[in-house]
């Protein structure tokens, strides 16, 4: 009996740590954060997940801005698409068994030196791991926003975000949200740098409100 015990706390202890004693593992931090927060209050199924890089991290009031609605708000600042792939969709997606996945992710991808056609590559990857694994889920891709501060890769951006409304255009409970739009000055192309922070990457208060307009329909 004592040897069973001390092998099933040793398991336990195994699985805890796993995110930690992974080698190379990004924003371990951030993951052991989230799975602590899991561990005290673990959301129930059927939510609405936000995942994704700092736009989501850092979009401070996103729950109270959608009240009643079950947010779970996983994002992990600077991380890229490929990663979410690679590492997290076992530790801040299957779990909570979500009834609606939003996703922002592939900006810093692309300011990292990938091609528009990677991240499309990564996301069509994203998208049929998360089918198979929530196949009743519904799965939303929040388009690259133009940030001012990255406005030389706007084409590369522009060109991945084609891709993958391309891609999402025959897929059952799929959906593409064209989140730059709201954002520009008026009917220009360029970027109203009044909705950003002083870093003219991350978006302040009124662009989230800006983003809240666009995503109340399909959060509600």
Not at 1 to 14: D, G, R, S, V, Y
Not at 15 to 23: P, T
Not at 116 to 122: G, H, I, P
Request: glycine content about 6%; some cysteine; hydrophobic content about 40%.
């Amino acid at each position: 009996m004592k040897i069973k015990l001390l092998f099933l706390l040793l398991l336990t202890f195994a699985i805890g740590n796993k995110v930690h004693a992974q080698q190379g593992f990004p924003f371990a931090d951030e993951i052991r954060a989230f799975k602590h927060q899991d561990s005290i209050n673990f959301p129930p199924k059927n939510g609405i997940l936000f995942i994704g890089s700092s736009s989501i991290r850092l979009w401070s009031d996103l729950e109270q801005r959608f009240p009643g609605k079950p947010i779970i708000k996983r994002g992990v600042g600077g991380c890229e698409l490929w990663q979410l792939v690679d590492y997290y969709t076992t530790y801040i997606l299957f779990p909570y068994k979500p009834r609606k996945v939003f996703i922002y992710a592939g900006e810093n991808d692309i300011a990292g030196g990938k091609s528009a056609q990677f991240v499309a590559d990564e996301f069509q990857k994203l998208w049929e791991m998360t089918h198979l694994q929530l196949p009743g889920a519904q799965i939303y891709y929040m388009s690259i926003k133009p940030s001012p501060s990255r406005a030389k890769y706007f084409d590369d951006m522009t060109k991945a975000n084609q891709l993958i409304k391309a891609y999402l255009a025959n897929k059952p409970n799929s959906t593409y949200i064209d989140m730059g739009t709201v954002i520009l000055k008026d009917s220009s192309f360029i970027p109203d740098s009044s909705l950003f922070k002083g870093d003219y990457l991350h978006l302040n208060s009124k662009g989230y409100d800006k983003w809240q307009k666009v995503l109340e329909p399909y959060v509600k």
